[in-house]
């Protein structure tokens, strides 16, 4: 398995990501695949592949702005679960944004349900920051804001 960058050059990329967010989400993709290709167009949006030859496997998205990020998409194919590959998307996912010179701070939603997901951003030096009630729907639930602080890096 590897990870990479994706690039609008992949011609069919939207319909990939919104079909495994399809089928990796409980209730079914969060977005729709009009919301993948405006955000897939966004300059300021980052996607990383899991692949599997050419199999993609698993994603993870985020919005990088000057000295914040949102995550805004993890999503594993279900038969996959459990193999590390969140864990290897969102590790690639701070190293490249890692590469600062300022502090860069992380923020994701994540459902107070979804304890899988918790317990990988927990790992990775998350704090729960913040509650919001309500915030998904099929079902109504709340969201958890979690957040990690990234030191700038140093100049050698």
Partial sequence: MRIRQLSQTIPTITEELYQLAMTAYPGGSPWNLAQFVADFANPNTIYLGAYNDQQLLGFISCQHVFDEVEITNVAVA????????????????????????????????????????????????????HRRKAYYHNPTEDAYIMMRQLPKQKKE
């Fill in 78 to 129: 279900r038969k996959y679960h459990g193999q590390g590959i969140g864990q290897k998307l969102l590790a690639s996912l701070l190293a490249l944004v890692a590469t600062s010179e300022s502090d860069i701070r992380i923020f994701l939603e994540v459902r107070e349900s979804n304890l899988v997901a918790q317990r990988l951003y927990h790992r990775n030096a998350f704090e729960m920051i």
